[in-house]
């Protein structure tokens, strides 16, 4: 049996975010594993079989100098973006290697600093940049913006190291960015504490909209488990002495089970008007729901929908302390949640664990750590990288409308 590629490597993730606040593509890591030589063309082989028309753009971000030179070498016209490190690009092989991609028609994407840009010669092989903002850029940038002045960003680039709010803003907003790589949550939600917290607008909406159409219970469930918030307070409701069930309502489809489509229409009606329609919120829950995702993707293939649905509330609840800034484990004892969701959100044990766990680190660069993870809870990495990438090409991303 021909050992996949999958084995040799470790793969971690970043979401690119567009000025919608939506997804408009992902960053793929790409580590090698020790000394072993990664087969870049069966790497690019088995992405394209995962990946189909709808799935979000690439841009492959090889962590190794002979990985981006086979990438380089045998990547086909109409792969995924490769990020080339500008600091790499002062060797000669690179710079040739880069050369022969580029009149192949491969899409490249310089990475450095903002303020240390190629020369005109070398930034014609490249078809974007991936610029990191020093704290003095971002100082610039935002000085720029407040008095109204030219910024020092680059119009139609994406942006690393995005670490405020207001920077978020200027880069999106003002200074015409592609993408930036990342999200500042924790400032994002700090801007934001003086406001409740509130289920999304579209997602309720979206939800109220499947009802009238008469959809499956199936599609109700994904809906609702498309906001973390939303999904919190369905369950605080249906658990609640106002709908007099008997028993616990420990899973999203119970819940949806026990209410009926009457009462969830009129209880949906009445959280409408108090809905979140802020923009900024957006990739931080499509950021939770991708991580629940992953957290039930990484699950061993033999369990069941009940556990399946109960390892995903473990990702999609896990930082419902970030948006309702109090300690997380009293956020789920409201909640008759099985004991093995809680172990896993709050004390990182159990069962669960391994997958919620490895969910977080592939959010990151840290190969070191994915590979200490799989050793410690005896997982393949084959098989972590392949649910990675089975995720990620079923996310939905955010493309232009086409012009007519």
Known sequence: MVQSVLGSLVLGYRPLWNAARKLAGVQLYVHGQGAAMVDAPHLLRTIQELWSAGSPPLLLSPRSQP????LL??????????????????????????????????????????DHLPDTETARLFDNSLLHLSSGDAVRALQAGAAAQRSPLITGQMYDNVASRALLAHCLDQGGALAVAG????????????????????????????????????????????????????????????????????????GLVMMGYGSLGRWLAEQLPHAS?????????????????????????GAGKDLRREVYLSGLFSQL????????????????????????????????????????????????????????????????????????????????????
Not at 67 to 70: A, F, H, K, V, Y
Not at 90 to 112: D, K, T
Not at 183 to 194: F, G, T, Y
Not at 280 to 295: G, K, N, Q, S, Y
């Open 67 to 70: 990985l981006l030179m086979d």
């Open 73 to 114: 070498a045998h990547a086909p016209r109409g792969a995924p973006w490769i990020e080339v490190p500008g600091d790499w690009m002062a060797l000669p092989a690179v710079r040739e290697r880069a050369g022969q991609a580029h009149a192949r028609g491969l899409r490249l994407v310089w990475s450095g600093a903002l």
């Open 183 to 254: 999200w500042p949550m924790e400032d994002v939600l700090h801007a934001l504490r003086h406001q409740p917290q509130q289920p999304a607008h579209e997602v309720v909406q979206r939800l109220l909209k499947a009802i009238d159409e008469d959809q499956s219970i199936d599609r109700f469930e994904q809906i609702l488990g498309e906001d973390p918030l939303l999904a919190y307070r369905f369950m605080t409701y249906t658990n609640s002495a106002a709908l007099g069930l008997r028993t616990g309502v420990d899973s999203l489809r119970r």
């Open 277 to 301: 329609t802020e923009p900024d919120l957006r990739p931080i829950r499509t950021a939770m729901v991708l991580r629940a995702r992953l957290t039930e993707q990484l699950l061993e293939s």
């Open 321 to 404: 302390d970030e948006l309702l800034r109090e300690p997380l484990g009293t956020i789920l004892r409201r909640l008759p949640l099985s004991e093995r969701v809680y172990n896993a959100a709050v004390l990182r044990t159990g069962p669960y664990a391994p997958s919620l766990e490895l969910a977080c680190a592939l959010e990151g660069d840290d190969a070191g750590a994915i590979r200490q993870l799989c050793e410690t809870h005896e997982l393949e990495i084959e098989y972590v990288n392949r649910s990675l990438l089975r995720v990620l090409s079923e996310v939905a991303v955010d493309r232009p409308a086409a012009a007519h």
